[in-house]
Nanobody, 125 residues
Framework: VQLVESGGGSVQVGGSLRLSCAAS????????MGWFRQAPGKEREGVAA????????LYADSVKGRFTISQDNAKNTVYLQMNSLNPEDTGMYYC????????????????????WGQGTQVTVS
């Protein structure tokens, strides 16, 4: 399984970015995928996640109303649309996947995922 993130970059406060996570060797349907981020000196935190078999989503309180996770099963890709970005959103963003349906309260727990991408940097200033 390989997860490849793209779409990161530098953006001004209030700007938007869309991250992509292309999966190979892994089928999106009926599995769970998430986006996590880690800022320097901080622990990795869950940002948004989705059960790909039914569209159930979960967001961290800090991003609700600003970030949207979506999927394109035909492209085997999960997206994270990020709007109204602020400096607290700065960090390395990682895509993660696990080949089972996670209960919704586990969707943002990093240790539940066993496949990880290399990350894409997001800097908001």
């Amino acid at each position: 399984v390989q997860l490849v993130e793209s779409g990161g970059g530098s953006v001004q406060v209030g700007g938007s970015l869309r991250l992509s996570c292309a999966a190979s060797g892994y089928t999106l349907s009926s599995n769970s995928m998430g986006w996590f981020r880690q800022a320097p000196g901080k622990e990795r935190e869950g940002v948004a996640a989705v059960y790909t078999g039914g569209g159930s989503t979960l967001y961290a309180d800090s991003v609700k109303g600003r970030f949207t996770i979506s999927q394109d099963n035909a492209k085997n890709t999960v997206y994270l649309q990020m709007n109204s970005l602020n400096p607290e959103d700065t960090g390395m963003y990682y895509c993660a996947a696990v080949s089972r349906r996670l209960s919704w309260w586990l969707l943002l727990r990093a240790r539940e995922y066993n496949y990880w991408g290399q990350g894409t940097q997001v800097t908001v200033s």
